[in-house]
Structures are given as C-alpha cells and as structure tokens.
C-alpha cells in the first residue's frame, strides 16, 4: 500500500536510506529538513527549522500525509543541554502537535538504546538481564540518553490524550554506508578499509559484545511500523539479528581484508568492554519482523 510521507530529517543518515526505500515502494515521498535537502534523493524537499513553530506551520500549511517519519534528533551529546531540549524535544513537540491537527495515520519515532541508559560517553552499568527487552528499566544519565526517553514519552503522551497514532523505534549502533551524524564513525571505518593497513573496530577488547543493526534493516522495520496496526502505541527495539563479540567482528574484518591489522580501544563504544545485547521478540511477534542482515 502507497503512502503520502514526509519524513523529518530526510536528508540525514537513516533519513536517506528511509526515503530511498520509500521511493523504491513508489511512495510519495516528502522530506523536511532545516538546509536544503540531497541532491542524490529526487524528493520534494520541504525547508523550516522544526524548533520554529510558527515557520513550520507555515512550511506545511495546507499539507497532508498519511504518515510521518521523525529522524531529526541531534545524534548525540552537543555539550549545550538547552540545545539538546530545544531540538529534541520541542521540536519534536511541534511535529507532533501538526500530526495532532491534521490527523495523520500513523507517526513513527526513531529513538535509541540510549534511552534505556547506555551511551557511550557515560559509565557502562550492567543490565538487569540479557538480552536487554523493552520491559527493562531506564535509567537515562546524561542529556543525550534522557532527551531519547522523554521524546519517548512525549510521544506516547500524544498517543493516550490526542490518539495520535504513534509507534516507537529504538535503534541501536547503526551500521551503513556513507555514515554522517551517529554514523560518522563507519565512514572513517571504511575508509581505513579502503587504505588497507590498519582499521580499529568498534570494540574495547575482543571479548566486549555489543549489538549492531544495518541500515537496510532499519529503514525496512520504519516502514512495517507505518503500517502494521500492532505497532500504534508500542516501542520496538531494532537491531540485528545477534550480538558481536569484538572477536567475531575481527575474523569477519580479516576474511575480506586478509593483509590488514585489526586494532581494538575505540573509545566510543556503548559496552565499554563489557556485555550488551537486546531483544527482537516483540517486534517478531507483534510485527512480524525480524532483521535480515548480520554484521
């Protein structure tokens, strides 16, 4: 089934696969964004900055869309927490009061595993079990992880007062070409593939286990959440099909690059040497979806 779409943010890292997939479907794709948006994506680009309110009615006036697809957040900590409200959540706040107004058929959210609490700049706790389902407590530390969980809970404020229609994704490290905002680091990945010598994998250590999720996948479960009645009022996690020991990603480096050295000590990862993992049975279940690529 076609859809009218807009997706805010469309020109960002999971945004451009998203629309790409869209476009693929033949929907119709519209994306906003606060510059211009790519070049490489022919979609109507639509341009307002979504922390103001007035110029983004403006932006949309007299526009409808079946659904909306919310990407925008900041990708991480700025450093400057009346920023971080400013985007995340008042901005999201104006998109979800359009989506109020206009009635719209579903809204879908991309949050993080971060708003459970883990980040890569705060201290690693362990999880209460493994693998870490949506039932876990969050126990959000820093600015970034507690602006994912509160644009969480703002949107399924909308959903029980306004019946907004919204569905809620929490996306793990996002593995994908052509990385920008969240996913610079595997843009700098590949380019020490491509050089050929030596390329430090996202790992402290190759006993740490952390949990990956391909673009390609992540764009797919968006558009089964715009759709599937079971997902309205609901957070998913969204990662791959298993964990990753640091041990696993350095003999999946070497049998495509034989002659290259694997280092480990990145200093962004969300384990931090330690043991993550999470859980997809809930979007198995009530969606019936499941990741198809590994790392």
Not at 11 to 27: A, F, H, N, P, T
Not at 125 to 141: F, G, M, W, Y
Not at 147 to 152: H, W
Not at 255 to 280: C, L, Y
């Amino acid at each position: 089934m076609t859809q009218k779409a807009l997706v805010i943010g469309g020109s960002g890292y999971v945004g451009l696969e998203l629309c790409r997939q869209l476009k693929e479907r033949d929907d119709q794709v519209s994306t906003l964004n606060r510059s211009r948006g790519s070049e490489r994506l022919p979609v109507e680009t639509i341009q307002a900055d979504i922390t103001d309110r007035d110029k983004l009615n403006h932006a949309l006036k007299d526009r409808r869309f079946d659904v909306i697809y919310h990407v925008a957040s900041l990708p991480g900590d700025t450093g400057d927490p009346v920023q971080m409200m400013r985007v995340n959540l008042m901005g999201l706040t104006h998109v979800l009061d359009y989506a109020r107004l206009t009635g719209i058929k579903r809204f879908v959210l991309s949050s993080s595993i971060s708003a459970y609490e883990w980040y890569p700049a705060t201290k690693f706790n362990a999880p209460d079990h493994l693998p870490v389902d949506e039932e876990h407590p969050c126990r959000p530390k820093d600015m970034y992880s507690s602006s994912k969980r509160m644009q969480e809970i703002l949107a399924l404020t909308f959903y029980h007062q306004y019946q907004v229609p919204v569905a809620v994704l929490r996306l793990t490290a996002v593995v994908g070409p052509d990385g920008r905002g969240g996913g610079r680091g595997w843009r700098e990945f590949a380019q020490q593939l491509h050089e050929g010598k030596a390329v430090q994998i996202p790992h402290f250590s190759l006993d740490e286990v952390c949990h990956y999720v391909d673009l390609r996948d992540v764009g797919r479960m968006h558009i089964i959440a715009s759709e599937h009645p079971n997902a309205v009022g609901q957070i998913f996690n969204c990662c791959g099909p298993n964990a990753t020991s640091g041990g696993e990603f350095a003999a999946i480096v070497k049998r495509h690059f034989p002659g290259i050295q694997v280092e480990t000590g990145f200093p962004w990862s969300m384990a931090q040497g330690n043991k993550i993992e999470f859980d997809m049975s809930k979007a198995r279940r009530l969606l019936n979806f499941a990741p198809n690529y590994s790392i």
